[in-house]
């Protein structure tokens, strides 16, 4: 599992390693680690041409270890001081004294790298206009230190000017900003630095591929269709049969013993998938993707259940009170803005907060899908699912990734897992079928047990 920890947990952790290491140590391995990540990326030290700017804090300080480590094995690196007469001093010294050269700005010159030194954990967002004059100066691809200067470390937000970067460097563990978009787009690839630390359980994190496979439901030997799970759907209207469609072969992936259809689609749901039974006693239910006019009444019979709920798309739309039940809830930015009554562009530009923040208010878990889907639990974790490709922004994933989710809380996943584990699950399906090109979503739905199959089988070398 990938772990994000805020500022001030990384803080703290560093603070009982700098009292038991002497001076300096803690920032030549995060040195260290930058500059061989840095001759990674230009695939040569000696003649590259590195550009260093350079903040009056640690991030700064990072830089010129790592330039001056560079500068010895015959790199030409140039620095300019966005911090003054503040830039860390014992840095610059070892810069110098490693043959590094300082700039003004005027003298900046054509590069191979921009190294991105110019603020980190302990900046606030935004860039200044020194150091955007500079960055537009220069076209090169850039390498982070630590975070893309700019962005809101702890929030992923990225509410003013920010450095872009194609990687970022990072140390000690993740931050919000590497997992959470809008900040994440601004990561680039990012490649972590072990500095040793101690650090508490992280609020913000990534399942990876063993997780997901630990967790998966299988059948015991002496399983039956009962003990598998079974789910129910009350999806689809008749405006919109093609969503109890998905969302049925989304359920119908092969985790669950058995599933249920009752609705107004019936017809339709056999057609492609005859295994599927009618109403009857479930471990969960699916309620609202597709389902218009008939979603309100899907949700109140559901609830009558009293089993674990998902609610997708128009079910969303009736819930103005926490559940009755355990539930996971699953709208896209706009149904989010609906239910929190707020603009769409304000869950946007800010998605770890508003998951959050419906979490709270509808004491459920709260999965909010996008490119880099959040599923959020009441006061606690939020778990943000790394897998996927944008090609999976297609009419109806939705639907097959409700069914799924709902199949895994049949099963007897707790919704916030379910939530977690499903979206892996279809993120990494829609990566293998079509990392490159373009999919529909019951392509998607049809290649999900193919996905699972594999990931039980050889967890380590998917294409997730
Ligand atoms: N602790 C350790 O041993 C280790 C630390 N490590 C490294 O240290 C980094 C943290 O260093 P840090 O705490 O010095 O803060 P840092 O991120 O450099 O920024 C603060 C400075 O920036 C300024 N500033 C603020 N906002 C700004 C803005 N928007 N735009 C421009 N400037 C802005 C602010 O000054 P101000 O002008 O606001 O007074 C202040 O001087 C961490 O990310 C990692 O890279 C690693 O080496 C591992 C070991
Ligand atoms: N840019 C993107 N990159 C990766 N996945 C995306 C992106 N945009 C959307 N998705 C995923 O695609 C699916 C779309 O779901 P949704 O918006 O509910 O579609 P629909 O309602 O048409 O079924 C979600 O799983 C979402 O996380
Ligand atoms: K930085």
């Not at 009170?321 to 009554?341: I, K, N, Q, R, S």
């Not at 709270?360 to 606690?380: C, I």
């Amino acid at each position: 599992m990938r772990e994000a920890h805020t500022v001030e947990q990384v803080r703290a952790a560093e603070d009982v390693v700098l009292a038991r290491v002497p001076d300096g140590a803690l920032m030549q391995r995060a040195a260290g680690g930058l500059a061989s990540a840095l001759a990674d990326f230009l695939g040569r030290v000696y003649g590259a041409r590195v550009l260093l700017l350079v903040g009056a804090g640690n991030n700064g300080g990072d830089a010129l270890y790592a330039g001056a480590s560079l500068a010895r094995r015959g790199a030409q690196v140039d620095a300019v001081l966005l911090g003054g007469e503040r830039t860390h001093a014992a840095g610059l010294a070892a810069y110098r004294a490693a043959g590094g050269q300082v700039v003004e700005p005027a003298q900046v010159r054509d590069t191979d790298v921009v190294v991105d030194g110019i603020v980190g954990i302990g900046g606030t967002p935004g860039l200044r206009a020194e150091a955007m004059a500079v960055l537009d100066m220069v076209d090169a691809p850039v390498v982070a230190v630590d975070v893309p200067s700019g962005v809101d470390v702890d929030t992923g937000e990225t509410p003013e000017a920010h450095v872009v970067a194609d990687l970022t460097v990072t140390f000690g563990t993740l931050k919000p900003c590497h997992l959470i978009d809008p900040a994440a787009q601004a990561c680039g690839a990012v490649h972590l630095v072990d500095l040793g630390l101690d650090l508490p359980r992280a609020d913000v994190v990534a399942l990876q591929a063993p997780e997901v496979r630990a967790l998966l439901p299988r059948p015991t030997p002496d399983a039956h269709k009962y003990t598998r799970g079974v789910v129910g759907l009350r999806v689809g209207s008749a405006t919109y049969p093609g969503a109890a469609v998905l969302s049925a072969l989304g359920a119908s992936s092969g985790l669950v013993g058995m599933v249920r259809y009752v609705g107004s689609a019936t017809d339709q749901v056999l057609a492609v998938a005859p295994e599927i039974v009618g109403a009857g006693r479930v471990q969960a239910w699916v309620v609202g993707s597709g389902g218009g006019d008939e979603a309100a009444e899907a949700l109140a019979d559901a609830f009558a259940d009293e089993v674990p709920v998902l609610i997708d798309a128009d079910g969303l739309r009736h819930l103005d009170a926490p559940p009755p039940v355990p539930a996971l809830l699953t709208p896209h930015a706009g149904e989010l803005a609906a239910m929190l009554d707020v603009p769409r562009d304000d869950v946007e530009t800010a998605p770890l907060r508003h998951a959050r923040e419906a979490a709270d208010r509808f004491g459920a878990a709260v999965l909010l899908k996008g490119r880099r889907t959040l599923v959020a639990e009441p006061g606690g974790r939020v778990y943000v699912n790394t897998t996927g490709t944008p090609w999976l922004a297609t009419a109806g994933a939705g639907d097959v990734l409700g069914g799924l989710c709902g199949a895994l809380m049949a099963a007897g996943l707790e919704p916030v897992l379910a939530g977690a584990v499903g979206s892996w699950v279809a993120g990494a399906a829609a990566s293998e079928l079509a990392a490159d090109g373009p999919l529909t979503a019951s392509q998607l739905a049809r290649a999900i047990p193919g996905t699972v199959r594999r990931l039980l089988t050889d967890p380590e070398d998917g294409p997730w």
